[in-house]
């Protein structure tokens, strides 16, 4: 058998409002390897740890895959008790593979489930017994499979089960059902584990930054700087009891959100109800929900009774959402499809209605398997992040290593010449790696993207991921959901237009003015609006839509058997009421069936009776387009398209109704059967306004180059409408719809680009074709949700182009846009997406950037959350993302040119026989450096989005070449203040006998000292930027007076070091010219250096670009858009286009 097998999960994704997929879900698709254990290679590496000293265990903690090499051999899967484990993201993790016994009676009750090919047997003490071999990776439980060879998710024994499989455990479980599957699955927790504070010091002592810390204190020790020793250790010690405390108060924070235990009541196959944990729970428990509601502790199918749910927690969606049944059949069962009858976990149900009786709903997940539990499992376990910035870093601390080695080299040699022991020539050669290679600078570059939170914070945008800040600083492309981002999230009724077999009747402004009949009864009943403590909620459209026929909700009260008497004994679960008086003569109708929206299907649909359960009819509402299909061809009026187009095109959200009578048994009837052979009733148009602030947003991003783009569920014709309204498509600029067709038995797959407003003459069409790139971005490709599918399909060749100028994309489902993000990131775009968090969790996922607009502080939809109610979010995010992306920058360039300096002072002191003292480093390190380093970052964004994006790149010419010219004006400055120095009259060289600390005070280690000190000062000025994208350097005032206070206390040491000189073993210059001499070359120096720096960000270096000859951009997009730009036939307007045709640019 093959040692390598995979971990195999459910296809059909985890419950949740966010599907999880490969992007999501990094356990999806992994690649994993058994080891068995060796005792004798086990036993060598014990005293290989020991004869080390424990460095080998220290080097198995950083790398756990040697671990298990050295200590395992391979093996089949079968037989393995160590698991190593390769996601998708190309990391390794190594799990221990658990067993547990189970009972006898369990093997025959789950004998059906995949033919017992989850249970392991095995012989022991001669007695057969039936073993669960499983794994626990991530929060999720893997069992062994046989007749797979692989470890799959224990929620592929519930991934098949059917409508009709959940409506069968209504009846319940035995306490023995329950039990047997309580041991497949695991207990119903969401168990975030809060580490033990001495596991996690261990684990943060061997931390490589600690580790080199330690290797530098103990070295220091030797070397006998005492006091520098001391005081950085108790730093460390202090850094180390804060990150402890912040990592345990995280994870303990993470607990209390995710880990929920409560009592739930369950009912049994005898038929009695009784009261268990929560923790209990397995899939296939029945669970009662009490009328009051609860907080959810697992996600669960409805089966009985409706339940109004707030899912703001998981979604940011602040509006309770309306829960219904899960209609029965044989279909399979999926949480995804069937969000609007399943319940997930996290989420608070406020109240349910079970006509009289409590709520009924079957478990469907538990545990790491919920949609809560995926979320958390997200935060936990996040996508590592590809960017260039944190790549960039670590390769430059392996340049910062290689010049450390060439400078052991050369202090080896210098010092071998000067006849030191063996000891201490060993030790000022490691004494300069820890020099040269600065340990804090991985932490010193977090502190902008702090600050930057910080001030988030405040402006009420919150982050669950700070990585993801500076990344908000190279977005290239931003995403918009329209309505209720975009847009306003309410609307108004502009009016209804009945329609039938003679056509389309006159427009009415106002509902209350339609004549009694089925569009009245319609607009009044075709809606999931429901009662809170006597209130109406639910969507603000229908709320509107409720609102205009002046008819009132009433609902039923107790276990309402007397209103069911009254509507002929059906289950009512609303009733609609005309207004009392005037003239009309409509009656009260009952809503006894709901089968609410679903996005993809694009429409929502109610049964109704009149009073005696008279009149059976069925309302239905949604996309014009899908309604209309629905309908049966005669009843839709022939002006249908037209009238559609008119209205769209004005901005306009249109709605269509249908109706028909039905008949049969209205409690078992199916969707499918409600949902055909309607009869066209007519339009609802409805004005959804633009908020004010997006055109401002919108152009504000246009100005800083940073494209915009739609992705909506509404008609494309209203996309593109309010795309128009909010300056996404410039007002003479061209709309080009693209129109693709899937493959069918009667047609091929078809592409189609037409111009708007029906294209263009054909004597027009080239001259329209040839401008269109003329000026730049001056088309707009617009695209809907079907197009796009058979796009992606049949033509994918041309799916890079679309992408490229689509600005609008209309009637998107959710896994639609969540696949638009994917194929965008393919470009290279850096994608940002800002939504309401409903429809678009996944897209705001998987986005490098997503913002959730919600009320709640912070939601796990997104990376961020604001609070504010439009989009003036998204500039202010991309500002601060600049603003951290450049304070990082700055900061690993003081770090690095701060850890040069002392480098290049310790190397020109070594090679005249002297050194710095434990006093000079302090003041360098402690009261210099560090200062500087912890105010720099304050500095807030400037107050508008700059054309150009900053660098991600640290290995950039413009960043290397700089760093180049700095370090060789330190070194100079340096050897400047040393040979000044030694041409005065009055120098008097230091003894040549004696090295290091025994040589000072002397002329030469002051000298350097101070040409120094001022360059850590010089070096914070001149590596701190200012506009474009930060605030000028006075704004940030505590760095400012910080740069003053230490540029005179280091004036006062070299000009007046009295007792302080003393102390610094500084020699006390009697010569005031030559001490002013001193500070010119510092000023000097400065000057020099921030020419230069100026020079650099103006381009100075680009001439160099020149000599190795024009190159082409890395980003496809741009390689693309220079391909488009001299082509003048595409797109190929008017001209019909089939997967065979060869009429593709290619993309080199």
Known sequence: MDINGSAVGSRSGLSSPCPRDRLLSPDSDMDVQGYKWVRWRVWLCR???????????????????????????????????????????????????????????????????????????????????????????????????????????????????????????????????????????????????????????????????????????????????????????????????????????????????????????????SGVEECVSSEELVPGDCLIIPQEGLLLPCDAALLAGECLVNESMLTGESVPMLKTPLPTGEGRYSSETERRHTLFCGTQLIQAKGGGSDAVAVVTSTGFFTAKGSLVSSIMHPQPTDFRFYRDSFKFLFLLGFVAFFGSIYSFVVLFRTDVTWLE?????????????????????????????RRLKRQGIFCISPPRINICGKVSLFCFDKTGTLTEEGLDVWGVMEGGTAGFSELVPDPRLLAPGPMLSGLACCHTVTLLQGKPLGDPLELKMVESTGWTLREPEGDGKELDAEF???????????????????????????????????RMSVVTVARGGHSPLAFIKGSPEMVASLCRPETVPAQFSSELSSFSSEGLRVL??????????????????????????????????VKPESAKVIDVLRLANLRSVMVTGDNILTAVNVAKSCGMVGVDEKVIFVNATPHTAQAMPTLNFSLEEGGAPDAQTSIVTRSLYQSGFDLHLAINGKSFAALCNHFPEYLPKVLLRATVFARMAPDQKTQLMKELQKLNYRVGMCGDGANDCGALRA??????????????????????????????????????????????????????????????LYTVRTTLTDWQF???????????????????????????????????????????????????????????????????????????????????????????????????????????????????????????????????????????????????????????????????????????????????????????????????????????????????????????????????
């Open 656 to 689: 269509a109704l249908a109706y028909k009578p039905v008949d049969g048994n209205l409690r078992t009837i199916e969707r499918e059967e409600v949902e055909k052979d309607m009869r066209f009733l007519g339009l609802l148009m409805m004005k959804n306004l």
């Open 847 to 908: 986005a490098d950037v997503g913002v959730s607009l919600s009320e709640a502080e912070a939601s796990v939809a997104s990376p961020f959350t604001s609070k504010t109610e439009n989009i003036s979010c998204v500039p202010l995010l991309i500002r601060e993302g600049r603003c951290s992306l450049v304070t990082s920058f700055s900061l690993f360039r003081y770090m690095a040119l701060y850890s040069l300096i002392q480098f290049c002072s310790v190397l020109v």
């Open 425 to 453: 020539l060993v030790i000022r050669s490691l004494d300069v790696v820890t020099i040269a290679v600065p340990p804090a600078l991985p932490a010193a570059i977090t502190t902008g993207t702090i600050y930057a939170q």
């Open 568 to 602: 002929g004994g059906h289950r009512v679960l609303a009733v609609l009421k005309p207004p009392s008086g005037g003239t009309s003569t409509s009656e009260a109708m009952a809503i006894v069936r709901r089968f609410p929206f679903s996005s993809a299907l694009q």
């Open 47 to 269: 005293l290989a740890a020991v004869l080390s000293l424990g460095l080998l265990l220290v080097v198995f903690h950083w790398r756990p895959r040697l671990a298990v090499l050295a200590r395992c051999c391979s093996c089949p899967l079968a037989l393995a008790d160590i698991l190593l484990i390769r996601d998708s993201f190309d990391q390794s993790h190594v799990v221990e593979v658990l067993t547990e016994e189970l009972e006898d009676g369990s093997v025959e009750l789950l004998g059906e489930l995949e033919d017992n090919e989850w249970r392991d047997t095995v012989q022991l003490h001669k007695e057969e017994k039936t073993l669960l071999r499983y794994y626990l990776f991530e929060g999720l439980r893997y069992i062994w499979m046989a007749r797979k060879g692989a470890f799959c998710r224990v929620s592929v024994l519930n991934e098949n089960w059917t409508r009709k499989d959940l409506y069968d455990f209504q009846k319940g479980l035995s306490h023995l059902e329950q039990s047997s599957r309580r041991r497949m699955y695991g207990p119903n927790l969401i168990d975030v584990p809060v580490k033990p504070y001495i596991r996690l010091l261990f684990e943060e002592v061997l931390n490589p930054f600690y580790v080199f810390q330690v290797f530098s204190i103990t070295l220091w020790m030797v070397d006998r700087y005492y006091l520098y020793a001391i005081c950085i250790f108790i730093i460390s010690v202090f850094s180390i009891v804060f990150s402890l405390y912040e990592i345990r108060k995280q994870s303990i924070t993470l607990r209390n959100m995710a880990q929920f235990v409560t009592n739930v009541t369950v009912r049994r196959n």
């Open 922 to 1148: 302090l003041f360098s390190d402690l009261f210099v450096v560090t200062p500087l380093a912890i105010v720099m970052g304050r500095g807030g964004p400037s107050e508008e989005l700059h054309p150009c994006r900053p660098s991600a790149s640290l290995l950039a010419l413009p960043v290397l070449g700089s760093l180049l010219v700095h370090t060789c004006m330190i070194v100079l400055g340096q050897l400047a203040a040393l040979f000044i120095t030694t041409s005065q009259d009055w120098y008097v060289p230091l003894n040549s006998t004696l090295f290091g600390v025994a040589n000072l005070p002397n002329m030469e280690n002051t000298s350097v000292f101070s040409l120094s000190a001022f360059q850590y000062i010089i070096m914070a000025v001149v590596v701190t930027k200012g506009y474009p994208h930060k605030k000028p350097l006075f704004f940030n005032w505590m760095f400012l007076s910080m740069l003053l206070v230490l540029f005179a206390v280091t004036t006062w040491l070299v000009l007046y070091p009295g007792p302080v000189g003393s102390l610094f073993k500084l020699h006390n210059f009697l010569d005031m010219d030559f001490k002013m001499v001193l500070v010119a070359v510092a000023a000097l120096n400065f000057l020099i250096c921030f020419v230069v720096e100026v020079l650099v960000d103006n381009g100075i270096l680009n001439c160099l670009r020149g000599l190795r000859g024009k190159r082409q951009s890395k980003k496809q997009y741009k390689r693309l858009n220079t391909l488009l730009c001299e082509s003048p036939s595409w797109p190929p307007l008017n001209h019909t286009l089939s997967p065979t045709e060869q009429t593709v640019i290619q993309c080199s």
